[in-house]
């Protein structure tokens, strides 16, 4: 109690010491501490399987967490299936896209030389260069893919075993939280445990759908707008959708490229245009209404925590920090000290404002989720 008495500065040079501390903790334990979260992340996504199988199905504990963990790496599997034959189908486009690139932009060269009356053969020379490089480094495109969902195979191997143990032993962890409080506090703690876990189950549920509708949105775009890998752009969209504007700005650049050296530049306004009706829809629809404006993070400190994560962990951490930000806001704002640290995480708060509703059917009605 004596903590919340020391003067205001005193205060705040203890919070940022631990700030600090903490911070190198976290970089100096990031072979473990990765891994570890995202295990953490997706055994809230797969604890109502668990749940089902031990309570209704009457499984034992070792026996659900070992379906889960089945089911999970079937998942897994099918991405890194999805993900190889793709690339694969793209690494031999490769010499087709590198002839079709030349002859785009030998085009372009001719159409601005004679509009605008401008020499930029060497300017042009060099930018098609560099796209040149880029087309035949197919190593470092696969590189970069399977980049976003591991650093190799030792993350892999922690990120199951993680996911077992937290699966497993997911009682005695919250035995632990509980008890390491006082006995007067026990009942609070106990409630704001199970909140947080509610809340962060949802989240991890809700984010799992607006990658898939994303996803799916982005490959009908594509698709119809005749762009090459439409489901491959697709997913990768909807997987960097997570990073908040950054990753949505990076699958644009991405699209755009394959759309340039596929298509006409044509192809590439529609392309702009429609990932801008899809940010909107996602921003304004599937976000409030699937993830939910509880967990809504600002701007602000979700580019804070893309720079800080990416610092910290790498690619990695620009995809952990945004369910770490978003956990941390919901512990922030159940617990009464800390309450204007969670506020200062989200969105401005609007009491009066009434949560939107969309009638899909006469007993389908969609409404905006706390």
Request: proline share 3%; with cysteine.
């Amino acid at each position: 109690m004596n903590f919340f008495k020391l003067p205001f500065l005193l205060k705040l040079t203890l919070v940022v010491i631990s700030i600090i501390g903490i911070g190198y903790l976290v970089e100096l334990g990031q072979s473990i501490l990765a891994p570890f979260f995202l295990a953490f992340l997706m055994a809230m996504l797969f604890l109502p399987l668990s749940n089902f199988l031990e309570k209704k199905l009457r499984f034992p504990r070792s026996v659900s967490t070992m379906i889960s963990v089945m089911f999970m790496l079937v998942i897994l599997a099918g991405l890194i299936f999805f993900f190889g034959s793709q690339l694969s189908s793209f690494s031999k486009d490769i010499p087709h896209l590198k002839m079709q690139l030349d002859t785009v932009f030998n085009n372009l060269q001719v159409w601005v030389s004679h509009t605008f009356n401008v020499k930029i053969r060497e300017q042009l020379g060099y930018i098609d260069q560099a796209l040149n490089k880029i087309l035949s480094s197919s190593g470092a495109i696969l590189g970069f893919t399977f980049g976003i969902f591991s650093s190799g195979l030792g993350f892999l191997f922690f990120f199951i075993l993680f996911f077992i143990f937290i699966l497993n032993y997911r009682r005695i962890l919250n035995n632990f939280i509980v008890n390491v409080f006082s006995e007067k506090h026990k009942a609070s703690v106990q409630e704001v445990v199970s909140e947080v876990r509610v809340m962060t189950k949802k989240y991890i549920i809700g984010l799992c759908l607006q990658v898939i509708i994303v996803s799916a949105l982005t490959s009908i775009l594509l698709s119809i707008l005749g762009v090459k890998y439409a489901i491959l752009l697709g997913v990768l969209t909807g997987l960097l959708n997570v990073i908040p504007y950054i990753g949505m700005f990076i699958s644009l650049l991405i699209s755009c490229f394959i759309a340039f050296a596929t298509g006409t530049p044509t192809t590439c306004i529609y392309v702009v245009l429609g990932y801008i009706g899809i940010h909107a829809i996602d921003g304004n629809i599937v976000l409030p209404f699937v993830v939910g404006s509880k967990v809504k993070i600002n701007a602000l400190f979700s580019f804070i925590g893309i720079i800080v994560g990416e610092h910290v962990w790498g690619i990695s951490g620009m995809f952990l920090c945004i369910p770490a930000i978003a956990i941390i806001k919901i512990i922030f704002e159940r617990v009464d000290g800390l309450k204007p640290w969670g506020k200062l995480l989200g969105e401005e708060e609007r009491p009066h404002k009434k949560k939107k509703t969309y009638k899909i059917s006469k007993n389908i009605t969609l409404k905006e989720m706390d």
